[in-house]
């Protein structure tokens, strides 16, 4: 079974598009979390939630809004896509918040702005 | 949370033993060290953690110096499968921890037949 998963694995679409990518995780967990990998393959937070309420916003542009439907899932929406969006988007879970858990990654979405 | 320093490649012969190390020189009192690793076109993987023990699980060794200011992330019988990006990470825990993760640029740990 996978524990966190996300769909698409790929993504390619124009400049001014809205798209969304989907996170699930079947771990139970409470916290899950975004984090974008650009070409120069640095790693950094977008967004935490914890118990499908926002913790961490990390200076990301309003057109990225997250939702959280559930503890299990957690969606990312973007609106008017730019060139400078593409980027490899990843979701991660974690038990909870502040404690000595570790996280676990889905594969990614690959996301391509043309 | 603390900054880390990683040599940015290492190589490694297969079966041997893989040590990593890791500079956290500011690290403070209540946060720990972790370890991820991302093997190509993958999500990173949890490794281990630590506080100030030495640590072992099924994957590897954390050997955190005593003063705290480094460790050592040591992968006992590399394989190929084993080359990857090794990320060390300085956290902290309880109140007032995001629980987010800030990546560095890694060591690029080459497994070599």
């Known amino acids: 079974d996978t524990a966190v998963s996300q769909t698409p694995k790929y993504l390619v679409t124009q400049m001014g598009n809205d798209k969304s990518i989907k996170c699930e995780q079947n771990l139970g967990h409470d916290t899950m979390y975004w984090y974008k990998q650009d070409s120069k393959k640095f790693l950094k937070i977008m967004f935490s939630?914890?118990?499908?309420?926002?913790?961490i916003n990390e200076t990301v542009p309003n057109r990225f809004s997250p939702k959280s439907p559930d503890k299990a899932h957690l969606n990312l929406h973007i609106n008017s896509l730019e060139l400078g969006d593409s980027a490899v988007y990843f979701c991660?879970?974690?038990?909870?918040?502040?404690?000595?858990?570790?996280?676990?990654f889905g594969p990614g979405t690959r996301l391509t702005v043309t | 949370d603390a900054k880390t320093t990683q040599p940015p490649s290492m190589d490694c012969a297969e079966g041997r033993a893989a040590n990593l190390p890791c500079n956290h020189s500011t690290i403070s009192g209540n946060e720990y060290v972790y370890w991820y690793r991302q093997i190509h076109s993958q999500g990173p993987q949890y490794i281990i953690h630590?506080?100030?023990n030495n640590e072992t699980n099924e994957m590897a060794s954390l050997i955190i110096t005593e003063d705290r200011k480094s460790s050592t992330l040591i992968l006992p019988h590399a394989t190929l499968r084993d080359t990857a990006v090794y990320y060390c990470i300085v956290r902290k825990h309880g109140s007032g921890n995001t629980g987010k993760l800030i990546f560095g640029q890694g060591t690029t740990l080459q497994v070599k037949p």
């Open positions: 991660a879970s974690s038990q909870v918040l502040a404690g000595p858990y570790e996280q676990y």
């Open positions: 630590g506080l100030k």
């Open positions: 939630y914890n118990n499908k309420e926002l913790i």
